[in-house]
């Protein structure tokens, strides 16, 4: 196995050899992860394997190894860099799925701290420069699913927040995390409105926050996130709801009681605390038992059998053994 941390000067133990994951998309995975000396060779090689494709090529590279993790790999189509990227919810942007595309611009990533603090021994502020260099990068395939019925799927870059975790040291009394976003009136049209109650709070149970499969997310596509993703830094839990998944973490938080999360409060009957993907839990207003593709399904088909949770039961689902999952939604 071969990982290197981002900021390695190692050379290259060997060359690029650039392997088709599915050629319809003609998205090939680099297998080896490159130091910063191999980043314009790395930037260079994506450009190559993505050329044709709507593809990444604007942004710092941020090139992580195959993830070894169990179930990080999904044999299927990979979302086109233009899908992810301009069909986003990031509500402090708009509430059009083009809103946050058009409007994120705006957020100012540099520089950029997250405050660590709450129930650990080591407390403290850390520039995502730092953040980044705290464990070696990997590059995840993750199936995404949105509460509202549509899915992708994203080569993630970053790696398992159980990393940062082990290194801040919880006390035994911190049993969840929460994440809490920037909400900058400044930058961020829509803070202020009235949708949500900002700044946008997610949560998870401190062993949903020690699964491997969670991660704490700087990339995409081989390169940093684009804003309107989450820049710079974010959480993707993939075998929940997209709507857990925080983007631009300005404070991780650790605490005893279950927290509330934004759509919690906004709609408590409608958005459970928990939001794993289940086709056999529907929302109050709608079916969850399929979902709609983006860019492979036609606009309007809901075809595609929604899988507990999200395809990832065999890695997770004994997080949840003996809870019933309709009454801890
Ligand atoms: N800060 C913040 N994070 C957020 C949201 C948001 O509105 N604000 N939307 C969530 C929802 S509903 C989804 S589906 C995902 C979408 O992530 P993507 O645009 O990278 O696919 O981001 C989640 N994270
Ligand atoms: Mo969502």
Redesign the pocket.
Known sequence: MLIQSVDSNEPLSSEITPRPIYSERRYFLKQLAQGVAGAGLAAWASRQAMAGVAAPGKLAPLPGATSLVAGAMVMEKITTYQD?STY?????FGTDKAD?ARNAHTLKTKPWTIEVEGLIKKPGRWGVEDLIKWSAMEERIYR?R??EGWS?V?PWVGYSLSELIKRIEPLGSAKYIEFI?LADPKTMPFVGSSILDWP?REALRMDEAMHPLTLLTFGMYGEILPN???APVRLVVPWKY??K????IAKIRFVEKEPVNSWGRAAPQEYGFYSNVNPNVDHPRWSQSTERRISEDGLLSKKRKTLMFNGYEKQVASLYAGMDLSKYF
């Open positions: 992810a986003n919810n990031y509500y402090e946050p995404m949105c509460v992708m994203i976003t946008y309107q993703n989450g997209g709507f998944n925080a983007k631009s």
